[in-house]
């Protein structure tokens, strides 16, 4: 299978879940290029964008898993070559 370029957003809306959110980046730490974490105090959230390089199984394999974590959401923009 082909290898991606992703975007992955992640919004923490419940900031006591990045020890998860981490925890699941590090399973995934072969595939990330880079990783950019800004705390949003005003909102009370944090935003988390990581760049991955990988097939598209991978990529919806981090995503899902990200995805079963209670206050959080997370969306995927992948290249389309």
């Known amino acids: 299978m082909d290898k991606r370029i992703a975007v992955v957003g992640i919004i923490l809306d419940d900031t006591n879940r990045a020890e998860e959110v981490n925890n699941v980046l590090h399973q995934y730490s072969e595939i990330i290029v880079g990783r950019m974490g800004l705390p949003y105090k005003e909102r009370g959230c944090s935003v988390i964008s990581v760049i991955v390089d990988a097939?598209?199984?991978?990529?919806?394999?981090?995503?899902?898993?990200?995805?079963?974590?209670?206050g959080i959401s997370v969306k995927a923009a992948i290249s389309k070559g």
């Open 55 to 70: 097939d598209t199984d991978k990529i919806s394999a981090l995503t899902g898993r990200l995805g079963k974590i209670s």
